[in-house]
């Protein structure tokens, strides 16, 4: 039986030569034989086979009998590209230690030193991917000053929230009397919501160390404007401000 070229081209693209993969199938078609032997099944120069041969044993595809002469039987593909599979992995995981290890030294040495303690966030999707990578690496508390303006995606917060409540995590949201009432029902029911009638401004601290700050503008997707920064000293502020906010006498659970 001849193998497809579709296949003899996936075989190559798994690391094997042509003559590797004539050989191959020649030791799976005719059984354990000599390297004389596959050459001649294979149709392989003689001088070449020995070449073929061992580069399939060294990658795990072939097994050899040390007698005189060698015998070479075929692994079955399975076990062959399951091998295969580990090896790739088991390399793999070394070449991405080693990496890790290096740049993560150089990063601790210099990035992080370099790295801007504030960021500007420009424009609602920008602002809400941040604000989703922030919200799902919570872990204790977060607290949310959600404006009317953030009311749009109120379903999609809320969708993030209910796996951050399952968690645990204390969720305290702080938003405009004038939200729609089915927003703050769906709100309502993923953390503890609070409302008052003046809301200045909006934002996210989350754990206590990292922070977003909604800084205005909204008028279209792109004009929105917010900072982030994971900076204890900021997210401190931040936190003491909306405790303020939440415990203040204008604030209730009630409209």
Known sequence: MSLSEKAGTALEALGLTKTQVKAYVALIEKGTMTASEVSKAARIPYSKVYEALEGLRANGWIEEQKS????????SPDTAIEEMNSRHDAERREREQLVLKELTG??????????????????????LSRLRTMVLDCRNELLIALPLVIAPYAEEIAGILAALKEKGVKIEILTSRDIPEPTLTVLDAVAEVKTRTVLYGGGVIADSKQVVLLLGGGETASSALAIWAEHIGLAGFAKDYFQILWNSPDTSKKR
């Open 106 to 127: 150089i990063y601790e040495k210099k990035g992080e030193q370099e790295r801007p303690e504030i960021w500007i966030l420009r424009g609602t999707a920008e602002i």
């Open 68 to 75: 005189r002469p060698i015998l070479y039987t075929a692994k």
